[in-house]
């Protein structure tokens, strides 16, 4: 097909300063473009109409947008309440500009080994699964593996080889004595595909499991792709940050892999994927970020992709709940931020100390191995002697407790949702389940 004039103009920005990361697009990714249209001549009337707008497509009076007042006032009222303006109207298909900003300042703050290294403005999404998707559409081709640990989201397969038609290959993450992450079946992994493409998905910390690598494990992971793309591997290499911040272990490393990675190698794009869903607890709002990285990276070569990015999202859901991001914006210049957010993460690390004491009793050695965990919202153990699917419908029937099996061996238990006063009783009840079930 012949290609939109603006999506050629964007494609050549792109194999210009960074072949390499053109070189990975799809061939969706290549069609994609941000339209002119009725975007841009609204987005120029807004700064030049002072007598009159008859552009975009809301209804506003003589006060701003209009809107209904059982609906305002949920909004609550006074001083401190968020004006009309910032929530009626439509948000610009790459998110509110204060907001974009406010993150970018944001992951640079948390990321000190980015330094000043260029990487593009994030772009809004509505939440992570959505920037995940966005991703699929700007890098995978139908029967384009998608490489992950063994340990992984299910939604993953849903979007990217449901709906993608890609294919996904697994690595084992842990270690098998259960002490930490496989570098060598990471590194094994890597070394088949040398010269080849890799959509590689990073997830720490880790849904299902609740680890995230040691500060030894993070810089091993770095070297290993940073060696790969130095052999002439082409990585797209995703840092899926969901439960970015939750970390409860000194050992941790609390930093993004993306602040390396973006600068690691021409011959490896990072993408953060990450937003305020966890991070201030406000899964329902539905506000994330995609933002790009790469060693030479240019700011037109991040206009581009920010371009296509802003096209996929104009071309499916149009934009991102104005409101929603507004919320955000306002929380994140609250002076009281970081210290309510650092009075949540508390609350979860309790709870997998808690957690910790709890599963590895020595009572229950029978029952279960436990996998590694010290970040994010779960963990999980791998049960003897039974079947995970059984055991969970068990538990729900004979003791109301909710759990989620993975396969026939794994039980993930939500720790995140568990008062801390609970968690023994938790485990006492898994651990009955199984005794139940093994005796029959």
């Known amino acids: 097909m012949v290609l939109n004039p603006l999506a050629v103009a964007a494609n050549d920005a792109i194999s210009s300063d960074c072949p390499h990361v053109f070189d990975v697009m799809s061939e969706c990714g290549k069609?994609?473009?941000?339209?002119?249209?009725?975007?841009?001549?609204s987005a120029e009337?807004?700064?030049?109409?002072?007598?009159?707008?008859?552009?975009?497509?809301?209804?506003?009076?003589?006060?701003?947008?209009?809107?209904?007042?059982?609906?305002?006032?949920?909004?609550?009222?006074?001083?401190d309440a968020l004006a009309a303006?910032?929530?009626?109207?439509?948000?610009?298909?790459?998110?509110?500009?204060?907001?974009?900003?406010?993150?970018?300042?944001?992951?640079?703050?948390?990321?000190?080994?980015?330094?000043?290294?260029?990487?593009?403005?994030?772009?809004?999404?509505?939440?992570?699964?959505?920037?995940?998707?966005?991703?699929?559409?700007?890098?995978?081709?139908?029967?384009?593996?998608?490489?992950?640990?063994?340990?992984?989201?299910?939604?993953?397969?849903?979007?990217?080889?449901?709906?993608?038609?890609a294919?996904?290959?697994?690595?084992?993450?842990?270690?098998?004595?259960?002490?930490?992450f496989n570098q060598v079946a990471f590194d094994e992994a890597l070394d088949a595909r040398v010269g080849k493409k890799v959509f590689l998905v990073l997830n720490?910390?880790?849904?299902?499991?609740?680890?995230?690598?040691?500060?030894?494990?993070?810089?091993?992971?770095?070297?290993?792709?940073?060696?790969?793309?130095?052999?002439?591997?082409?990585?797209?290499?995703?840092?899926?940050?969901?439960?970015?911040?939750m970390f409860f272990d000194d050992a941790c490393e609390t930093e993004s892999l993306f602040g390396k990675l973006a600068q690691a190698h021409e011959n490896l794009l990072?993408?953060?994927?990450?937003?305020?869903?966890?991070?201030?607890?406000?899964?329902?709002?539905?506000?994330?970020f995609i933002t790009y990285g790469v060693k030479n990276g240019t700011e037109a070569a991040y206009k581009a992709l920010e371009q296509k990015t802003g096209g996929c999202?104009?071309?499916?859901?149009?934009?991102?709940?104005?409101a929603g991001q507004s919320i955000v914006l306002k929380a994140l210049q609250h002076p009281d931020f970081r210290?309510?957010?650092?009075?949540?993460?508390?609350?979860?690390?309790?709870?997998?100390?808690?957690?910790?004491?709890?599963?590895?009793?020595?009572?229950?050695?029978?029952?279960?191995?436990?996998?590694?965990?010290?970040?994010?919202?779960?963990?999980?153990v791998r049960v003897k002697g039974v079947d995970a699917e059984e055991l969970r419908v068990h538990l729900l029937d004979e003791h109301g407790l909710g759990t989620i099996s993975l396969g026939s061996t794994d039980l993930r238990i939500a720790f995140s949702c568990v008062e801390e006063a609970d968690i023994v009783d938790v485990f006492a009840r898994i651990a009955q389940g199984i005794r139940a079930l093994q005796a029959k």
């Open 85 to 165: 303006k910032d929530l009626y109207p439509y948000a610009p298909s790459t998110g509110k500009a204060e907001l974009r900003q406010a993150w970018a300042d944001k992951q640079r703050a948390e990321t000190p080994s980015l330094g000043t290294h260029p990487i593009s403005l994030p772009v809004t999404t509505n939440a992570l699964t959505h920037g995940l998707s966005i991703a699929g559409n700007l890098f995978l081709n139908a029967g384009d593996e998608v490489l992950l640990p063994e340990k992984l989201w299910g939604n993953y397969r849903l979007t990217w080889l449901t709906m993608q038609e």
């Open 339 to 380: 210290s309510q957010q650092a009075e949540k993460v508390a609350i979860l690390r309790a709870r997998a100390q808690a957690t910790r004491v709890a599963v590895y009793e020595e009572q229950y050695k029978d029952c279960w191995d436990v996998y590694p965990f010290n970040a994010g919202y779960f963990m999980c």
């Open 270 to 288: 990072a993408i953060k994927i990450d937003g305020a869903t966890k991070e201030e607890f406000v899964w329902g709002l539905r506000v994330g």
């Open 313 to 322: 999202i104009r071309g499916c859901v149009s934009n991102i709940t104005h």
């Open 31 to 41: 069609r994609l473009f941000f339209p002119k249209g009725i975007l841009s001549q």
């Open 167 to 180: 294919k996904v290959s697994t690595f084992p993450f842990f270690t098998d004595d259960l002490t930490g």
């Open 45 to 79: 009337a807004k700064t030049k109409a002072h007598r009159y707008n008859a552009t975009i497509g809301i209804a506003t009076d003589a006060s701003g947008p209009m809107y209904l007042d059982c609906v305002h006032e949920s909004f609550g009222t006074g001083d």
């Open 204 to 245: 720490f910390p880790n849904n299902p499991t609740g680890y995230s690598p040691t500060k030894h494990e993070a810089a091993a992971i770095v070297a290993s792709l940073t060696a790969a793309a130095e052999k002439g591997t082409k990585l797209v290499v995703i840092c899926d940050d969901a439960y970015y911040g």
